[in-house]
């Protein structure tokens, strides 16, 4: 039986710190040079040299202003401010890369559906189909306050709302154009059919549409779908509409435990257990020898700064770290942060406090770490594949580009050679890489193939 083999995305930021907080003054570092384009299709062609299944960029649209109710922290340490549009950089990398991926972070809580779906069909276009968005609600108020909202929709209400813009999307990308509907005949005059496409009409509770879908069929339709949440709510609504879901472990036994309960609701939404690939954040630091790993550690951590990671956290969580003694017990808040966070941290256990939280951070954030020669990461990486269920991982930036070509230099041969992990690309959009030749579209058993002209047709009229 072949082994499985282990997928990875790169996961970066279009900013200066991204996830392990203070790393930007190692002086190896190049995360300052975020504004360049070159220091952008450097790192794609990088990553593609290294068969990555894709660069993962996440985003925000707020500011980390719940520790010491302030931005301060946040502006001295570069705690992802500044921030700039992930989007604006696909077609640059897209350009210099053949193969590699690009997972997107958007936030659908403020901007209309429609403008939004050309936006996506536009990069499948040029990158031909190497798309994915990645869905987020959000959770900072900061956002809701900067977009004249005052405060965000409460945590489900959020997800209502995703729900139909969901819906909308799908009728707009599934719905609009038929398969065939492009001729780009040029004796006969005709680019399209117009019998062929459809106008979509929608009145909902949160979205009022009627018009077409302004770009022809891309390669995907619907980009690649990764999600991330994990509270009942959240796993909900990946189950119906995640391809990808990105999950934050901090131990195999726990991972394995949101694993299951993944794939257990993908069952019940009517789809296959295995219809999502399951990626964990990981932090990688590996060297030829195992004492060269641990200098290179502990040189990591001189730069790295607990504080800014805790600022961070404070604003995943809603709560003020900064309120509490270093081991006074954190106590749960009901707010409108990442519920599966703040219940993981105070609910699931009683006795969190700010000392071990900072102990955890001492690379500036909470990823499991993995540390030691190319041999000891493997092994490590393919214990958790086989004992979690999980798919792949999203590898951090510690010191950039360095932690990407280290681990492409000396851990990516190893698992090649275990028959762990790929020796070349296979052709095809991003969908079909991770699934398989034939599936560049939404799967039939998918919500939004619902929306397709045949099937909406057979609801009208069956």
Known sequence: MAKKQMRFNAFSMNCVGHINHGLWTHPRDRSTDYRKLSHWTELATLLERGLFDGLFLADILGVYDVYQQSVDLPLREAIQLPVNDPLMLVSAMAHVTQHLGFGLTANLSYEAPYPFARRFSTLDHLT??????NIVTGYLESTARALGEGRQLEHDRRYDRAEEYLEVLYKLWEGSWEEGAVLADRERRV????DKVHRIR??????????????????????LLFQAGSSDRGLGFAARHAECVFVSGQSRDSTRRLVERIRAACVEQGR???AVKVFMGLCVIVAPTEAEARDKYDDYRRYASP????????????????????????RYEKNNAIESVVKSLTVARTDATVRQLLEQMALGGRYVTLVGTPVQVADELEAWIAETGLDGFNLT???????????????????QSRGAYKTAYAEGTL??????AGHAHLPGNHAGARWRPAEAALRRHG
Request: with cysteine; glycine share 10%.
């Open 128 to 133: 031909e189909g190497r798309v994915g968005w």
């Open 307 to 330: 504080e800014a990671g805790l600022a961070h956290f404070s604003s995943t969580t809603g709560i003020d770290f900064a309120r509490y003694g270093l081991d006074e017990p954190i």
């Open 272 to 274: 296959p257990a295995d």
């Open 191 to 194: 680019y399209a059919q117009p």
């Open 431 to 436: 969908r079909e890489k991770l699934f398989g």
């Open 202 to 223: 929608h009145q909902g509770e949160f979205f009022q549409l009627d018009g077409y879908h302004l770009c022809e069929p891309s390669p995907q339709r619907t980009p």
């Open 397 to 415: 930036r510690l010191v950039e580009p360095e932690s990407y070509a280290d681990f492409i230099d000396l851990v990516v041969p190893e698992l």
